[in-house]
T-cell receptor
């Protein structure tokens, strides 16, 4: 069974340009997470979806970040415009959801470099 | 706010046991204790979880204090492939927030 798939793996852009990341979770997983990870730090939650509903987006910088999960399957995270400080790894994870014990399965991440 | 406290780093010798501590003094009765680890250049991966009782699986053991205010992840025989950052997380429902974790170095 395929794991969580993210693309692109690497992206280099100039500041003020837009960028988008895509995530395809494991089939049947209702819960989807987007995390941001800076070098040497733990992942920071940006947004959590339960099916197509964003149930926790309190940490998402809404002035420049947006996310969607149409039809409750794959998801897109967008940054517009990107700033130098957005350089980081963006991780997507999925989980069966609806319980306290299900594992989170992470993708390999999308590494963003803003010049 | 981070709800767990872990040492920044620990070292171990290969083939020796490793005890990774985690303090979670504000844990509530419905919080599950989860451990994940992150190998270099990879996303985090699940290790183990528990609620009140000690737990064992093929990767590790989890020892939970009787008052649940602390827990310890035990790797029975560390290998070089266990070198990673280990995260202790309190999970309520599907809320999963990571702290800084403990960076484990395994020396041959």
């Amino acid at each position: 069974e395929a794991g969580v798939v993210q693309s692109p793996r690497y992206k280099i852009i100039e500041k003020k340009q837009p960028v988008a990341f895509w995530c395809n979770p494991i089939s049947g997983h209702n819960t989807l997470y987007w995390y941001l990870q800076n070098l040497g730090q733990g992942p920071e939650l940006l947004i959590r979806y339960e099916n197509e509903e964003a149930v926790d987006d309190s940490q998402l910088p809404k002035d420049r970040f947006s996310a969607e999960r149409l039809k409750g399957v794959d998801s897109t995270l967008k940054i517009q415009p990107a700033e130098l400080g957005d350089s980081a790894v963006y991780l997507c994870a999925s989980s069966p959801g609806g319980q306290n014990t299900g594992e989170l399965f992470f993708g390999e991440g999308s590494r963003l470099t803003v010049l | 706010d981070a709800k767990t406290t872990q040492p920044n780093s620990m070292e171990s010798n290969e083939e020796e046991p490793v005890h990774l501590p985690c303090n979670h003094s504000t844990i509530s009765g419905t919080d599950y204790i989860h451990w994940y680890r992150q190998l270099p250049s990879q996303g985090p991966e699940y290790v183990i979880h528990g609620l009140t009782s000690n737990v064992n699986n093929r990767m590790a053991s989890l020892a939970i204090a009787e008052d649940r205010k602390s827990s310890t992840l035990i790797l029975h025989r560390a290998t070089l492939r266990d070198a990673a950052v280990y995260y202790c997380i309190l999970r309520w429902n599907n809320d999963m927030r990571f702290g800084a974790g403990t960076r484990l170095t395994v020396k041959p």
